[in-house]
């Protein structure tokens, strides 16, 4: 029996010898380094570089408890489910995704494209960088991939098949919990705010008593919702970007759920972004030239989506009852309604629970902080409140602004 042939936990120095021995990427003789370069709480993540040539490839290596708050159990299988969902993608949006080389069910590693010619979107968007192309790109990726595997398109029997095959029940127990339960009470008491937020976070979150119900519909409906191959963690740290193009990558959150999820984590994470930058960047034109382009993501990201959705539908819908008249737009409208309750819950949940983002905790000032907060948290309850009146990009963006 080789090394490989039962999983363990790899280090550096066994993931060279790991991928001369399972892939045949590199040369013979080449001069092989690794470096961990992921700081995830899930996985651990190498680049591997051959240095006469700088070709290299990354390795994602599923452990088999979180590094964060180490102790929670996760199954090593999501790597087999990311591995297949990125192929999947790829096939429904190409380009919109790394390459996948091969998957390892032994040892839960995956080996992908190298993409250190782009940088994360979310430490691009903390340098205020602007993108014109980039809700025309994210929306193209998710009506192409949503669309395509909901009933609407699929053979049905086929879909159920991709239902069973994409049960991810541990990370779906972690959204449920994060985005679902711990948005409007701090029910595992792991909660925590700047001390200026807490007494407005226990009145207008923990104590609003519409907004919890709200909130509850929004839970059950995520869990009782099987619609379509979402990503699940769809924001601004699961999207490489450069100059031309975006790769959106880390799927392993992905289930079959409501499409309008990662729509509204689109949304929400401009939201972040925009307000980051009220609270930190120098007045001045480059600080209005971000606040307009984050108005424009959030205005086009919605009306673009709409758009390629009803586009999309003509041409793909198979179904002979999604055929009829109106039927359509009512179909879409829930979609829109869903994302805009679903970027309240994620903007709320960013905010009290434990899943920070460095758009809210780079503001180092608590005051300031909380004065961004609680009008980030103002934007939610309204989205959530209002969702089903909502139906385009511009009510979206009407909220966001008269809350700034």
Known sequence: M???????????????????EKYD?????????????????????????????GKSVILKHSGIETRARSGRHVDTDRNRIEAEILMLQ?????????????????????????????????GALLKYERYPFFADQITTYMVNILLATTDVAMDHK?????????????????????????????????????????????????GDKELRLEGAKL?????????????????????????????????????????????ANVVAHTIFAKFHSIAMQEEGNAKNEFQEWADSVILESVDLFIDKF?????????????????????????????????????????????????????????????????KMISIAKELIKRRNEIFDGKQFLEIVKKNV
């Not at 040369?27 to 051959?50: C, H, M, P, T, W």
């Not at 390459?99 to 992908?112: H, N, Q, R, S, T």
């Not at 948005?183 to 923990?206: C, H, R, T, W």
């Open 310 to 374: 009803k586009e999309k539908y003509d041409e793909i819908c198979t179904d002979c009852m999604a055929k009829t008249e109106g039927f359509r737009e009512y179909y879409l409208g829930q979609v829109i309604h869903d994302a805009a309750g679903i970027a309240g819950c994620e903007l709320i949940r960013r905010i009290v629970g434990v899943s920070k983002v460095k758009d809210i905790t780079d503001i180092t000032d608590s005051a300031l902080r909380a004065e961004q907060e609680k």
């Open 219 to 263: 839970k059950f409906d995520f869990m009782e919702h099987a619609q379509a191959l979402i990503h699940g963690d769809l924001h601004s740290g699961s999207i490489f970007i450069n100059n031309e193009r975006i790769k959106v990558f880390d799927p392993e959150f992905a289930f079959y759920g409501p499409m309008g999820y990662d729509l």
């Open 2 to 20: 080789g090394r490989f042939d039962k999983y363990f936990l790899m280090e550096c120095d066994d993931v060279v010898e790991y991928v001369k």
């Open 90 to 122: 790829d096939r429904y949006a190409p380009g919109y995704v790394p390459k996948i080389y091969g998957y390892d069910p032994v040892m839960c590693c995956m080996a992908m494209e190298d993409m250190k010619d782009y940088e994360v979107m979310r």
């Open 158 to 206: 086929e879909k159920k098949k991709l239902v069973k095959s994409y049960i991810n029940p541990d990370l779906c127990t972690i959204t449920e919990q994060l985005v679902y339960s711990d948005s409007f009470g701090n029910f595992a008491g792991k909660n925590y705010v700047v001390d200026e937020l807490k007494d407005y976070v226990e009145q207008e979150i923990y």
């Open 25 to 53: 990427f590199f040369d013979k003789n080449a001069e092989l380094s690794v470096n961990e370069i992921g700081d995830g709480n899930l996985n651990y993540v190498f680049r591997v570089q051959d240095e006469k040539t």
